[in-house]
């Protein structure tokens, strides 16, 4: 199974363009920090996330301000060209 929860805000919007196949497409950069048990012990925990979202997805998020909280969900997958992998938002609301 592939799919990803992650309570973020967003850190930087690329420009809204549109795939070959005429898709609306938006690249961004997600922040997350909270606080989780490892090993029983409190971890802080950081993270920047590259992430991609498509369609009215894409549309919607571009209309959302940088620094705004949110929680996303969707899948992981590794570009073509690349090598770390990218968080494929399906939706996102609120938190």
């Keep these: 199974m592939n ?5 973020a805000c967003i850190a930087e919007i690329g420009a809204l363009r549109h795939t070959p196949a005429g898709l609306p497409a938006l690249d961004l ?10 090993a029983g012990q409190p971890r802080q925990v950081k993270a920047a ?6 369609g009215s997805v894409a549309e919607a998020i571009a209309r959302q301000p940088v620094g ?3 929680g996303f969900t969707g899948f992981l ?8 992998p990218v968080l494929h938002i399906q939706s996102f609301e609120s938190v």
């Excluded at 799919?3 to 309570?7: C, D, G, I």
């Excluded at 997958?77 to 770390?84: D, F, L, V, W």
């Design 3 to 7: 799919h990803v929860a992650l309570s």
């Design 29 to 38: 950069r997600l922040e997350h920090e909270s606080q989780v048990v490892e």
């Design 49 to 54: 996330v590259r992430a991609v979202a498509l």
């Design 68 to 70: 705004s909280p949110w």
């Design 77 to 84: 997958a590794t570009p073509r060209n690349g090598k770390h």
